[in-house]
């Protein structure tokens, strides 16, 4: 049995939280044996050909700025799963599937193959004479789905997408 949580429409930060430290423990299991599924969206620059396909990339923090992450031989283990939703004149739509949890890990490895997401100071790159599509990243947590600590229903919390990155596309 599972059952699916839809959050109302708004700006604010959403949180997951536990109750108490029994529950806590089950879910941090969850994360650790990678049970627990996210979905994001993403508006990235640039055309992405391929309609889906996997980003594998070891992660570690960058040996020059100490702020960002990169891709490097010496990193972990990190694995990003995607699909084209749409694909514009020069963005793309995706939708991404997180396999492990790394900092920054979505959007490194966006920018590692080109197409760094609309609005990512860090790891973008903009677009000059031109008005920004968004006011900020544009990256949002669609959905995480994992088992109550408790009862053991597989739960799906999902938050529509904002009104500032629906204007953006």
Known sequence: MSRSVSLPSCSSTRWI????????EAI?????RREVEKRYLALTWGRVR????VIEGRIARD????????VQAR????VTRFEVVERFAEN?????????????QIRVHLAAIGHPI??????GRGRRGRPPLIDRQALHA???????????ERLQVSAPLPGDFAGAL
């Open 17 to 24: 939280v536990a109750r108490n430290a029994a529950a806590l």
């Open 28 to 32: 941090g299991r969850q994360f650790q």
């Open 50 to 53: 391929q309609t889906h396909g």
């Open 63 to 70: 040996r020059v700025d100490r702020k960002r992450m990169s």
């Open 75 to 78: 990193g972990r283990e990190s």
């Open 92 to 104: 793309s739509l995706l939708r991404l599937y997180p396999e492990t949890g790394r900092t920054h």
């Open 118 to 123: 609309v609005a990512d100071a860090q790891y």
């Open 142 to 152: 669609e959905s995480i789905s994992f088992c109550h600590p408790v009862t053991g």
